[in-house]
C-alpha cells in the first residue's frame, strides 16, 4: 500500500487530497478539495492531474467544507465513472457547496471556471451514501467510517487493503469536542498509519465561554448603539452562532428586538440541510421543541437587494456573513461600510488562513485592501478560539492515542509550525511521525 500527498501538504492547510495505491494496484482517492488563499497556492487547481481519475476505483470524502471537496467535478472531466462514497449530511452541503463554487467561478470574467454548474450535478449523481460504523465491501478493500465530530456528516475514513491487510486511516478535520451541535468525536482502535490533521497542533484551545463573549460584543452594540459584524463559515460555524443567540435571546440575556440579520445564501440553504439531520445532533440540541437556530429579531437576506437594505438599518445590529476568512462573499461588502466607524465591533469565530483579510485585521492591521480599494479600520476587534470546530493539539493526541497499533503518522493540513510542534508533543515510543510534502509518495 502507497500514499500520495497532493494537497495540505508541505505545510498547507487547503486542497486536502490523498491517492492510495493498494497491493493489486487499485487506486482510491481519499478527499479532492480546494486550493485557497495565496494566488501562488491557488494556482494547484488549474494544474493538470497527476493521476488518472478514470482508472480509480472509489473516492472517499470526509467532508463537505470546499478545501475537502470543491475539485470533485474535475474527476468528471478525467472520464471518472465511479462511486463517491460519503454520509447523507455530508452529500446534502456538497451539493450546495459545489454549485456555489461553480456559479462563483462562472460569474468571474477574469478567468475560466475551473467548472460548471453541469459538472457539479454529473458529480451528484456519482455519491453513494455511507453510514457511520458500517463497512463497505469493494473487490480490493474494505472502508469504515466514523463521526469525526467536525461538522455535521464529517467522518474519518479507515480504509483496509483485503489482500495485504495492512490499514490506514485519515482523520479527515476532527472535532473540538464537545461543540454545540455535533455529536462527539469517535475512535478508531487499530491501523498500521494515520493521516493526522494538524490545524491547532501547537496550542490548546482557551478556556472561554463563547456565549459569554458573544453576549458581551451583542450588549456593547445594544448600550452604545453600533454594529457587531461576525464572519462566519456557512457550515456549522452560523448555526452554531444562531444556536447560541438562540439561547441568549430566550434567557432575556440580549435584548428581544436586536435585530440580527443572516446574510449568506449558502449559510442560509445549509441551516435548512441541518434542520434535515437531527438525528445527528447532540444530546442537547436534539432536545430542543423549537427550531434551534430561530428566534425573535432574526432575519434572513437571501436576495442581494436585501443584504444591501441591511446598510439603512438603524443601530443596533448584528451582522452574520460569509465568508469566515474574509477571503469573499457579502461580509466584505459589510466591512467596507463599517469598519472605518469606531462604532462597529467586529467578532472572529474561527480559524484565519496567512494572507487573508481577517487574519490582517486580526493581527492589526489599520488599513486592508478589501475589493480594490484601500479601507481603513476602526472597528473593535475581538476572536473566540474555543469556538472552532477543529480539535486542539491534546485532543489530536487524544484521538491519536486511541489508535493502539499505529506505526506511521502523517501530520497534514496545518502550517509548518504548527506540526513540528504537534510532532515533538507527540511521544508514543516507535512510532515514525512525518511531514509530508506536496507529491511526496509513501509506503505504508
Not at 41 to 70: R, Y
Not at 283 to 298: K, M, R, T
Not at 401 to 420: F, M, N, R, S
Request: proline share 5%; hydrophobic share 35%; aromatic share 8%.
Amino acid at each position: 500500500m502507497k500514499i500520495e500527498f497532493l494537497g495540505a501538504s508541505g505545510g498547507e492547510v487547503t486542497g486536502s487530497n490523498y491517492l492510495v495505491t493498494l497491493d493489486d494496484t487499485n487506486q482510491i482517492l481519499v478527499d479532492f478539495g480546494m486550493f485557497q488563499g495565496r494566488p501562488e497556492i491557488e494556482k494547484h487547481n488549474f494544474e493538470p492531474l497527476s493521476f488518472n481519475p478514470s482508472t480509480l476505483q472509489a473516492v472517499f470524502l470526509t467532508h463537505a467544507h470546499l478545501d475537502h471537496c470543491g475539485r470533485l467535478p474535475l474527476l468528471v472531466f478525467g472520464g471518472f465513472k465511479g462511486k463517491i462514497y460519503m454520509t447523507k449530511p455530508t452529500a446534502s452541503l456538497v451539493q450546495i457547496i459545489l454549485e456555489d463554487a461553480a456559479r462563483i467561478a462562472e460569474k468571474d470574467r477574469d478567468k475560466s471556471p475551473l467548472y460548471t454548474t453541469d459538472e457539479v450535478w454529473k458529480t451528484i449523481k456519482m455519491i453513494e451514501i455511507v453510514s457511520y460504523d458500517h463497512p463497505i465491501l469493494l473487490k480490493s478493500l474494505k472502508a469504515e467510517f466514523k463521526d469525526a465530530g467536525h461538522i455535521l456528516g464529517s467522518s474519518s475514513i479507515k480504509i483496509t487493503d483485503n489482500e495485504s491487510k495492512k490499514s490506514i486511516i485519515f482523520s479527515g478535520d476532527l472535532g473540538n469536542s464537545p461543540q454545540s451541535i455535533v455529536k462527539p468525536t469517535d475512535y478508531f482502535d487499530n491501523a498500521d498509519a494515520v493521516v493526522m490533521e494538524s490545524t491547532y497542533g501547537d496550542s490548546s484551545h482557551p478556556k472561554e465561554n463563547p456565549a459569554k463573549i458573544i453576549q458581551e460584543e451583542i450588549n456593547e452594540i445594544e448600550n452604545k448603539p453600533g454594529t457587531l459584524l461576525i464572519p462566519a463559515f456557512a457550515l456549522e460555524r452560523t448555526q452554531e452562532i444562531l444556536h447560541i443567540i438562540n439561547h441568549l435571546k430566550k434567557d432575556k440575556k440580549v435584548h428581544p428586538d436586536t435585530k440580527v440579520f443572516l446574510d449568506s445564501p449558502m449559510g442560509i440553504d445549509a441551516t435548512t440541510v441541518y434542520l434535515d439531520f437531527k438525528d445527528f445532533y447532540n444530546e442537547e440540541l436534539q432536545s430542543h421543541i423549537e427550531i434551534p437556530f430561530n428566534f425573535e429579531g432574526a432575519i434572513v437576506t437571501s436576495e442581494s437587494k436585501d443584504s444591501k437594505n441591511i446598510l439603512h438599518e438603524p443601530d443596533p445590529k448584528v451582522i452574520i456573513a460569509g465568508s469566515g476568512m474574509m477571503s469573499g462573499g457579502r461580509i466584505l461588502r459589510h466591512a467596507t461600510t463599517f469598519l472605518p466607524r469606531s462604532s462597529t465591533r467586529i467578532l472572529f469565530v474561527g480559524y484565519q488562513s496567512e494572507e487573508t483579510i481577517g487574519r490582517k485585521i486580526l493581527e492589526g492591521a489599520k488599513n486592508v485592501r478589501i475589493e480594490k480599494q484601500s479601507v481603513t479600520v476602526r472597528a473593535h476587534i475581538r476572536e473566540i478560539k474555543a469556538l472552532s470546530s477543529h480539535a486542539d493539539q491534546p485532543k489530536l493526541i487524544t484521538w491519536l492515542e486511541h489508535i493502539a497499533t499505529a506505526k506511521k503518522v502523517y501530520l497534514t493540513h496545518g502550517e509548518l509550525p504548527q506540526q513540528h510542534a504537534l510532532q515533538k508533543k507527540i511521544s508514543k515510543a516507535g512510532l515514525e511521525i512525518f511531514l509530508p510534502k506536496m507529491s511526496e509518495v509513501f509506503e505504508i
